[in-house]
């Protein structure tokens, strides 16, 4: 069973920076594609940004150009730095864990996730 736990969430003016950390069982980690998806109140989950095996990255409009997805093989851990943060990024983040050959940025197909990590961002 995969275990996603995430971190490094909190409170940030607009155009401040975050990173979220996300552990990923070894198994998962090397084997699974990984993402990061956001859900803020009233509003349905959406994709921020994927990883596949091979580190190919996949970004939504909303946050390209400043935000980066990453991950650390030592650690495998899956990483989200989150710049030129805006009001409009505010929402939980969770990281997810699924099997495909590219890293999609639908939610309903990702099998394991995280227990989410808030990030609100101030006007």
């Known amino acids: 069973q995969a275990q996603l736990v995430e971190s490094g969430g909190g409170s940030v003016q607009a155009g401040g920076s975050l990173r979220l950390s996300c552990a990923v069982t070894r198994y998962y980690y090397s084997t699974y594609c990984l993402a990061w998806f956001r859900q803020a109140p009233g509003m349905e989950r959406e994709g921020v940004a994927g990883?596949?095996?091979?580190?190919?990255?996949t970004y939504s409009d909303s946050v390209k150009g400043r935000f980066t997805i990453s991950k650390d093989s030592g650690k495998n851990t899956l990483y989200l730095q989150m710049n030129s943060l805006e009001p409009e990024d505010t929402a939980m983040y969770y990281c997810a864990a699924g099997r495909f050959s590219w890293a999609t940025l639908s939610p309903s197909l990702y099998k394991y996730w995280g227990q989410g990590t808030q990030v609100t961002v101030s006007s």
């Open positions: 990883i596949d095996r091979t580190s190919r990255t």
